[in-house]
């Protein structure tokens, strides 16, 4: 298993980490198999997206702003509660097949890592390709 690190430079932010991610299905050396993309945090996403557009990842930024504002009242005692609901929307984890040593994914899909409660010096995501 290969742990990322990284820094995060604004509030809210998408990374493409495709990259990354195939390099690490490379490295493994599986063949077939099943690829699993995580991250541990709270306020932070790992998520299949639209690769192409990059007016459409600040279109999702602001669609998750209009679900959970950072400007209302909540019921947490951290500042930080919409970071939290747009995370728990995305989810934390993607698991894609590897065939061939490749990701498969579809024509317009990326593996994005969502930062919402930025920036940070260090963010994590694990990869870990399993053969099967």
Known sequence: MR?????????????????????EVIKSGVKDGICVVFTPHTTAS?????NQDPALRRDLLNGLSRVAP???????????????LKS????????????NAK???????GVFFGEFDGP?????????????
């Open 46 to 50: 790992v998520f299949m997206f639209e």
């Open 3 to 23: 742990k990322m690190k990284f820094p995060t430079s604004h509030k809210t932010q998408l990374m493409d980490i495709s990259k990354e991610v195939s390099e």
């Open 88 to 99: 728990s929307r995305m989810g934390n984890s993607v698991s894609i097949p590897v065939v």
């Open 120 to 132: 940070r010096q260090e963010r994590e995501v694990y990869i870990k390709v399993i053969a099967g």
């Open 70 to 84: 950072s400007d209302v009242e909540y019921q947490h005692t951290g500042t930080n509660a919409a970071a939290h």
């Open 103 to 109: 990701l498969t994914l579809g024509k317009w899909q």
